[in-house]
């Protein structure tokens, strides 16, 4: 079965500096999807990467999917308070109709 | 649209009772989902479904059960409910399988079994 490894597990940035978010998998990736989690809260699509060197930004986040398709960054510039929160990675395997593969997710806190 | 709701939002169960966690969605999705996120832990699917009356094991079925008679609800059934299952379940959509189109995910019901 695939599996997904974040890194770092958690992460304390001052507000205004860069960050970086890896996602690592053991298997191929066919589509790969960043979404955050507000504590307490369901699940906010983030953008969703298919093909290999693929990169998509939104507003200052910006996600790549390496040549190999086994890795994810999603890097973050100048970050806010509003960036605080859990970052999560997930995979489809290629299998099919079933669900996504999380990682354990990256808590992210901006420090003023 | 509302996307995807849960009720409850919250709920205290103790060990041996039963209860169905509610999943509504208006997006006329064909696909639902079913998972469970435990504490430092990602997501785990329990069980999906790709259109009404057709619904398959995710990773972690067991102690669960699912129906889909419509499009819109994907209600999840516990029987005989144990300390284990205390967890956050989400119930997502989308409008086909994961490799084109995303997840939609509702808010989360959060379940402590005592």
């Known amino acids: 079965s695939q599996e997904l490894e974040q890194s770092p597990q958690s992460l304390i940035v001052q507000e205004g500096k860069n960050l970086t978010i890896n996602c690592t998998s053991s298997?191929?990736?066919?589509?790969l999807y960043w979404y955050k989690q507000k504590y307490g809260e369901g699940l906010i699509f983030l953008m969703m990467?298919?093909?290999?060197?693929e990169e998509k930004s939104h507003e200052k986040i910006t996600a790549k999917l390496d040549e190999k398709k086994q890795q994810s960054s999603l890097h973050i510039t100048a970050s806010q308070p509003s960036h605080a929160g859990i970052y999560l990675c997930?995979?489809?395997?290629?299998?099919?109709?079933?669900?996504?593969?999380f990682g354990k997710g990256t808590h992210l806190i901006i420090q003023p | 649209n509302a996307g995807v709701t849960q009720t409850p939002k919250f709920r205290i169960l103790k060990i041996g009772q039963s209860m169905t966690l509610q999943c509504t969605q208006d997006?006329?999705?064909?696909?639902m989902y079913w998972y469970r996120q435990d504490p430092g832990m990602g997501l785990k699917l329990i069980y999906y479904?790709?259109?009404?009356?057709?619904?398959d094991k995710g990773e972690v079925p067991n102690g669960y059960n699912v129906s889909r008679s419509t499009t819109e609800d994907f209600p999840l059934r516990l029987e005989l409910a144990a300390p284990s299952q205390t967890s956050v379940y989400f119930c997502?959509?989308?409008?086909?399988?994961?490799?084109?189109?995303?997840?939609?995910f509702g808010p989360g019901t959060r379940l402590t079994v005592t």
């Open positions: 997502a959509s989308s409008r086909q399988g994961p490799t084109y189109y995303e997840q939609y």
């Open positions: 298997k191929t990736l066919y589509g």
């Open positions: 990467l298919q093909k290999g060197g």
């Open positions: 997930g995979a489809d395997s290629g299998g099919g109709a079933d669900g996504l593969t």
């Open positions: 997006m006329n999705h064909n696909y």
């Open positions: 479904s790709v259109g009404a009356g057709i619904t």
